[in-house]
């Protein structure tokens, strides 16, 4: 089994900054691309930002120059910078992850964690 432990989140003012982190566990043979979803209430879960093995990032255009998605491949973890924050980021935060768990195409599966929330005062 695989799981995705999310941490990080909290209450913080406009302006403020907040990081979160999400590590990996379990049977693990390759991370494909880790990344960080938000759903905000009365809204659809939306792509935040995803990081590839490699270190190829994309960003949603909300958070372009504001956020930064980093990974440490050794620890199966990403993290989440998130700088100048705004009322408008508040949403639950969940961590998501393409992993095989062996060589083989089958057991390869996208996971999800349990979400964090992160809430910003304005």
């Known amino acids: 089994q695989v799981h995705l432990v999310e941490s990080g989140g909290g209450l913080v003012q406009a302006g403020g900054s907040l990081r979160l982190s999400c590590a990996a566990s379990g049977r693990i043979f390759r991370i494909i691309t880790m990344g960080w979803y938000r759903q905000a209430p009365g809204k659809q879960r939306e792509l935040v930002a995803v990081?590839?093995?490699?270190?190829?990032?994309n960003y949603a255009d909300s958070v372009k120059g504001r956020f930064t998605i980093s990974r440490d491949n050794a620890a199966n973890t990403v993290y989440l910078q998130m700088n100048s924050l705004k009322p408008e980021d508040t949403a639950v935060y969940y961590c998501?992850?393409?992993?095989?768990?062996?060589?083989?195409?089958?057991?390869?599966?996208?996971?999800w964690g349990q979400g964090t929330q992160v809430a910003v005062s304005s």
């Open positions: 990081i590839t093995s490699g270190g190829s990032t």
């Open positions: 998501n992850a393409d992993i095989w768990r062996t060589y083989l195409a089958s057991d390869r599966q996208e996971y």
